[in-house]
């Protein structure tokens, strides 16, 4: 089974700070991808990576940056948290393009 | 911009009916479609994909692909209490792309 792992479950941090998502998986997938999640708007994507260093951006990209050093490891930074991005955060990987995405647990994240 | 609706709900049945949830997209080339599970506060897990015209079963699950009619459905029998939960539908975001297009869900209940 693919496991998708998310640093955190829920992570409570303040306006103005530097905030580190990190996301792991074990199947050697070349495709990952971070989302939001909000009631009443679904998933949004907020950038997503087909390799290592490589990257692009989703619908949202505004206030977040990411990296991919290595190919199991996608990371999601708000540069300076902000109180609308408080939301659950969604990591996905996959391999193939017809292939399924695998979701972590997620990590509902609050800005005060 | 690749589109796949999907009637928000929420979705009554009683336990033990059928559940028809259904999904519409778009993209004509789309040629792969997910099915995920959501329950409140969890992350989407995967339960059915096709790729074929016709019918798939999986258990109580089927999803069932009409490409001429650009629709794709799951049918969920015998419906439990546990079956509550957002069902999700993805497709493709476009011919050779990675992402997926997730529609906002459908939340369904399964009365007691």
């Known amino acids: 089974d693919v496991k998708v792992t998310q640093s955190s479950r829920y992570l409570v941090k303040r306006t103005g700070e530097k905030v580190f998502l990190e996301c792991v998986q074990d199947?050697?997938?070349?495709?990952m991808f971070w989302y939001r999640q909000d009631p009443g708007l679904g998933l949004r994507l907020i950038y997503f990576?087909?390799?290592?260093?490589?990257?692009e951006k989703g619908d949202i990209p505004e206030g977040y940056s990411v990296s991919r050093e290595k190919k199991e490891r996608f990371s999601l930074i708000l540069e300076s948290a902000s109180t609308n991005q408080t939301s659950m955060y969604l990591c996905?990987?996959?391999?193939?393009?017809?292939?399924?995405?695998?979701f972590g647990d997620g990590t509902r994240l609050s800005i005060l | 911009q690749k589109e796949v609706e999907q009637n928000s709900g929420p979705l009554s049945v009683p336990e033990g009916a059928i559940a028809s949830l259904n999904c519409t997209y778009s993209?004509?080339?789309?040629?792969?479609f997910f099915w995920y599970r959501q329950y409140s506060g969890k992350s989407p897990e995967l339960i059915m994909f096709?790729?074929?015209?016709g019918d798939k079963e999986d258990g109580r699950f089927t999803a069932q692909l009409n490409k001429a009619s650009q629709y794709v459905s799951l049918l969920i029998r015998d419906s439990q209490p546990s079956d509550s939960a957002t069902y999700l539908c993805?497709?493709?975001?476009?011919?050779?792309?990675?992402?997926?297009?997730f529609g906002k869900g459908t939340k369904l209940s399964v009365i007691p």
């Open positions: 199947m050697d997938h070349e495709n």
């Open positions: 993805a497709a493709p975001s476009g011919a050779g792309s990675y992402q997926l297009t």
């Open positions: 990576s087909y390799d290592v260093k490589m990257k």
């Open positions: 993209d004509r080339g789309s040629q792969s």
């Open positions: 996905a990987s996959k391999q193939g393009y017809n292939q399924p995405q695998h």
């Open positions: 096709i790729y074929s015209n």
